[in-house]
């Protein structure tokens, strides 16, 4: 049996970002009692899942890839004309 997280789309209301996600179970072993499915299902609930999914199956999330993101500017050429100003 594996837990894995799916992230869904990222949701914003009123300035407060939120990002949900569901459990997804698989490779389950069936038991007998039944008492896995609804285990699982408070286990989502208590700690803000969505949803979750229980399958005996075996599941690959794919993550989106990311796109690039310039988290800097480099700054070594102080002759630009935005330098000349500072």
Known sequence: MRIQILRLPLMELGGVSEEPFALIVDQVQRDDNGWLEPAMAVFAEQIGAR??????????????ELPHVVDHVPFDDLTTPYAEGM
């Open 51 to 64: 949803g979750v999914w229980v399958t005996d199956q075996t599941v690959e999330i794919v993550e989106p």
